[in-house]
């Protein structure tokens, strides 16, 4: 979950802007949290107050979601999500957006296999983005995330995303979108499909966390959240510098870092990689 929260604290003053550069300072007084790390955190919550129990996630999983975004309302949320989580039009959104895929982290650190994986990430994503597509994509991410963790070598996670979920990965590199890579708007959202084989091909082309969170920034388009769902991956691979942790934690409040001091204590850790 960390990855998430500070590629989306990191990508929130770059989010279409279009910025086609690796070399930039992380964290200024300009980053903030979006919607990204808070509907993250919420998804967190809910994992954590369900306490093993699969029938209470859903609804907790809406409870936290309105409870955390009402206090946030002008952090960058998609309209028709904004509509229902704030509580004007009772209608849940029927999404095939990116959101699905921001969010997901949390699942991926809990799960204890693949099938885990497919069950939690369909609860927590078709409150809102029911969608074939928001299903796939946030299933995509919570996999990657759950398959880095427990120690899958890269070429293998690399081979499990083109197979499953968007083979077009194969299709491209960033240096060869890099120059003409802009906002995937699909109308009311922007995709899974338009920037969730992006955010991996970030992760699978990087060395380190760091380079992760650099390589989404880079290509420009829906900075924040390529660079949260890139960023979720690689903390389950990498890791994440203490330093920049520390940093991350100074962007949250008292009671959403309650909320990531929570999750720490039931999530699993990863396993090391050899040096």
């Known amino acids: ?31 903030h949290v979006t919607d990204d790390s808070l509907m993250t955190l919420a998804i967190a ?7 093993g129990d699969e029938s209470r996630l859903a609804t907790l999983t809406e409870r936290y979601m309105k409870e955390i975004a009402r206090l946030y309302p002008g952090v960058g949320w998609g309209y028709l999500f904004y509509q229902w989580v704030m509580g004007y039009n009772p209608t849940r959104p029927y999404s095939l957006g990116n959101g699905a895929g921001m969010r997901i ?4 650190w809990v799960a ?8 939690l990430s369909k609860i927590v994503t078709e409150i809102s983005h029911g969608h074939p ?7 995509a991410v919570a996999m990657a995330v759950y398959l880095a963790r427990i120690g899958t070598p890269k070429e293998e996670i690399y081979r499990r995303m083109i197979t499953d979920y968007y083979p077009e990965i194969d299709s491209f590199t960033l240096d060869s979108i890099r120059p003409t890579y802009e906002i995937d708007d699909g109308g009311l959202w922007v995709t899974c499909r338009g920037s969730i084989p992006q955010a991996l091909r970030a992760f699978f082309e990087a060395e380190s966390f760091e380079d992760t969170i650099r390589n989404a920034i880079s290509i420009g388009g829906d900075a924040d959240t390529i660079a949260a769902m890139a960023g979720s991956v690689a903390e389950a691979y990498y890791g994440v510098p203490a330093e920049l942790e520390e940093k991350l ?15 720490e204590t039931v999530k699993i850790p990863r396993t090391p990689r050899a040096k």
């Open 1 to 31: 979950m960390l990855g998430a929260l500070i590629g989306d604290v990191v990508g929130s003053r770059f989010e279409f802007k279009d910025f086609k550069s690796k070399e930039f300072v992380l964290f200024t007084p300009d980053c």
């Open 133 to 139: 597509e928001g299903l796939l994509g946030a299933e």
């Open 105 to 108: 982290s949390p699942v991926g």
């Open 112 to 119: 204890k296999s693949e099938e885990e994986v497919k069950r």
């Open 249 to 263: 934690l100074c962007y949250l409040s008292e009671s959403l870092s309650d909320i990531y001091f929570a999750f």
């Open 45 to 51: 919550k809910a994992i954590v107050l369900c306490r």
